[in-house]
């Protein structure tokens, strides 16, 4: 890394670099910014010229930032970068835009349907849809593509069970959320595949409205009908937010730690020789990719110094989570993935308010595919060069689009 981290940072405010130079390291930008030690001032080409936006890539200045009230989730603020929910003026709202009281509000409506009690009664059922993908996957032709068998297809069937979201409007909602985090389709196009997404939801709410089903989406219908809240086109963008953060972020870490697994034969054997080993490796995974790098973005409500910078209000703040996640002060070596390191304090499922809400089925997903394939297929190995996989440096969640194994 050293030799990467030689690129100049100007005076003058650089373009926002997004790629990352391979997958195992973050971008050669973030790092010298990182090494300037404060936020940095930078621009960004979806936000128009001139646009002040500030990337903060130090660990406590970006818990700092997901921390403090003062910085605001709130998309509506104008200049906010593009997210998933939405363009700045073309709106369509979720929690993970919202502030405060209202955020908390709406986020309790679910965190009863994330706790940690909850995974574990669906633990079973992950393993059989795991063992099932699986099977269907050694049945098949060699090489096999792990995204489309594997990654994709498991998150994918447990939200939408979790929710209620019949599985065969799968190919619609997956190439939906797909190009909604694609950095190349234009706003038009983003945001065409959301109200697709939302109204393709909506129906499905309305059928459940008429008869609440025993499923997320039906027992939030009930149980906000009983408390007098109960908004049609609020359930909607909820489903919308659940359905696609739960299954393509998932998706990406379960490729991109197997690929890891893969390339460490001896980390795979000592997790196959100790599964109880895994709850520790998957959080250092986590760290590790930090898949969700860009995703915190906020602004700021009134001037406050961060770091050393003085932030002015109105200014948009991205937060480098991949390369905080590498922060010599909180992770030492942290270049190294280390799989017994236990990575607590990790940002790639944020921090605060906003912290990941579906981080607890994530994990268990993750534990469950990674034992499984270390168990089950014990030769399993990349069909190519894994630096040679096709690596999402176009979207806005890092992954791999395909990715051919054989055993
Ligand atoms: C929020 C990452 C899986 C649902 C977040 C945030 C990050 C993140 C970084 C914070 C955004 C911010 O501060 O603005 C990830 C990663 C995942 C993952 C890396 C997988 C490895 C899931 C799953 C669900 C989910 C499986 C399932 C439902 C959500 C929701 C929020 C969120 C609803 C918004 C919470 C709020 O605004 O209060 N996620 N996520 N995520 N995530 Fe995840």
Same mark, same amino acid.
């Given at each position: 890394?050293?030799?990467?981290?030689?690129?100049?940072?100007?005076?003058?405010?650089?373009?926002?670099?997004?790629?990352?130079?391979?997958?195992?390291?973050?971008?050669?930008?973030?790092?010298?910014?990182?090494?300037?030690?404060?936020?940095?001032?930078?621009?960004?080409?979806?936000?128009?010229?001139?646009?002040?936006?500030?990337?903060?890539?130090?660990?406590?200045?970006?818990?700092?930032?997901?921390?403090?009230?003062?910085?605001?989730?709130?998309?509506?603020?104008?200049?906010?970068?593009?997210?998933?929910?939405?363009?700045?003026?073309?709106?369509?709202?979720?929690?993970?835009?919202?502030?405060?009281?209202?955020?908390?509000?709406?986020?309790?409506?679910?965190?009863?349907?994330?706790?940690?009690?909850?995974?574990?009664?669906?633990?079973?059922?992950?393993?059989?849809?795991?063992?099932?993908?699986?099977?269907?996957?050694?049945?098949?032709?060699?090489?096999?593509?792990?995204?489309?068998?594997?990654?994709?297809?498991?998150?994918?069937?447990?939200?939408?069970?979790?929710?209620?979201?019949?599985?065969?409007?799968?190919?619609?909602?997956?190439?939906?959320?797909?190009?909604?985090?694609?950095?190349?389709?234009?706003?038009?196009?983003?945001?065409?595949?959301?109200?697709?997404?939302?109204?393709?939801?909506?129906?499905?709410?309305?059928?459940?409205?008429?008869?609440?089903?025993?499923?997320?989406?039906?027992?939030?219908?009930?149980?906000?009908?009983?408390?007098?809240?109960?908004?049609?086109?609020?359930?909607?963008?909820?489903?919308?937010?659940?359905?696609?953060?739960?299954?393509?972020?998932?998706?990406?870490?379960?490729?991109?730690?197997?690929?890891?697994?893969?390339?460490?034969?001896?980390?795979?054997?000592?997790?196959?020789?100790?599964?109880?080993?895994?709850?520790?490796?998957?959080?250092?995974?986590?760290?590790?990719?930090?898949?969700?790098?860009?995703?915190?973005?906020?602004?700021?409500?009134?001037?406050?110094?961060?770091?050393?910078?003085?932030?002015?209000?109105?200014?948009?703040?991205?937060?480098?989570?991949?390369?905080?996640?590498?922060?010599?002060?909180?992770?030492?070596?942290?270049?190294?993935?280390?799989?017994?390191?236990?990575?607590?304090?990790? *940002?790639?499922?944020?921090?605060?308010?906003?912290?990941?809400?579906?981080?607890?089925?994530?994990?268990?997903?993750?534990?469950?595919?990674?034992?499984?394939?270390?168990?089950?297929?014990?030769? *399993?190995?990349?069909?190519?060069?894994?630096?040679?996989?096709?690596?999402?440096?176009?979207?806005?969640?890092?992954?791999?689009?395909?990715?051919?194994?054989?055993?």
């Amino acid at each position: 890394r050293a030799s990467t981290a030689t690129a100049t940072v100007t005076a003058a405010a650089q373009e926002l670099e997004i790629a990352r130079a391979c997958p195992y390291s973050p971008n050669a930008q973030h790092i010298a910014f990182q090494q300037q030690g404060r936020p940095v001032k930078v621009t960004l080409a979806t936000l128009g010229p001139g646009a002040p936006v500030w990337a903060v890539s130090n660990h406590a200045d970006i818990r700092t930032m997901l921390n403090d009230a003062r910085f605001s989730a709130d998309r509506q603020q104008q200049g906010f970068p593009f997210q998933v929910d939405g363009q700045p003026g073309n709106f369509r709202r979720t929690m993970i835009s919202m502030d405060g009281a209202e955020h908390r509000e709406v986020r309790r409506s679910v965190t009863g349907e994330f706790t940690l009690k909850r995974m574990k009664a669906l633990q079973p059922r992950i393993q059989q849809i795991v063992d099932d993908c699986i099977d269907t996957m050694l049945a098949g032709p060699k090489p096999a593509d792990l995204v489309s068998a594997l990654a994709l297809p498991v998150p994918s069937l447990v939200i939408c069970e979790q929710l209620g979201v019949p599985y065969e409007g799968h190919d619609f909602f997956q190439s939906r959320s797909h190009m909604l985090l694609l950095r190349g389709a234009s706003a038009e196009e983003r945001l065409r595949a959301l109200d697709e997404l939302i109204d393709f939801l909506g129906d499905l709410i309305t059928e459940k409205e008429a008869e609440p089903t025993d499923d997320l989406l039906g027992r939030q219908i009930v149980k906000l009908r009983e408390a007098g809240t109960y908004r049609h086109q609020d359930l909607a963008r909820m489903a919308f937010l659940l359905l696609v953060a739960g299954h393509e972020t998932t998706a990406n870490m379960i490729s991109l730690g197997t690929m890891a697994l893969l390339d460490r034969p001896a980390d795979a054997d000592a997790l196959r020789a100790d599964p109880s080993k895994l709850p520790v490796a998957v959080e250092e995974l986590l760290r590790y990719f930090t898949i969700a790098e860009f995703i915190p973005t906020r602004v700021a409500t009134e001037d406050v110094e961060l770091g050393g910078s003085l932030i002015k209000a109105g200014d948009v703040l991205v937060a480098l989570c991949n390369v905080a996640n590498r922060d010599p002060s909180v992770f030492p070596d942290g270049d190294t993935l280390d799989l017994q390191r236990g990575a607590r304090h990790q *940002l790639a499922f944020g921090f605060g308010a906003h912290q990941c809400l579906g981080q607890n089925l994530a994990r268990m997903e993750l534990e469950i595919v990674y034992a499984t394939l270390l168990r089950r297929i014990p030769t *399993l190995r990349s069909a190519i060069p894994t630096r040679e996989l096709p690596f999402k440096h176009d979207a806005d969640i890092y992954g791999i689009h395909a990715f051919p194994v054989t055993w």
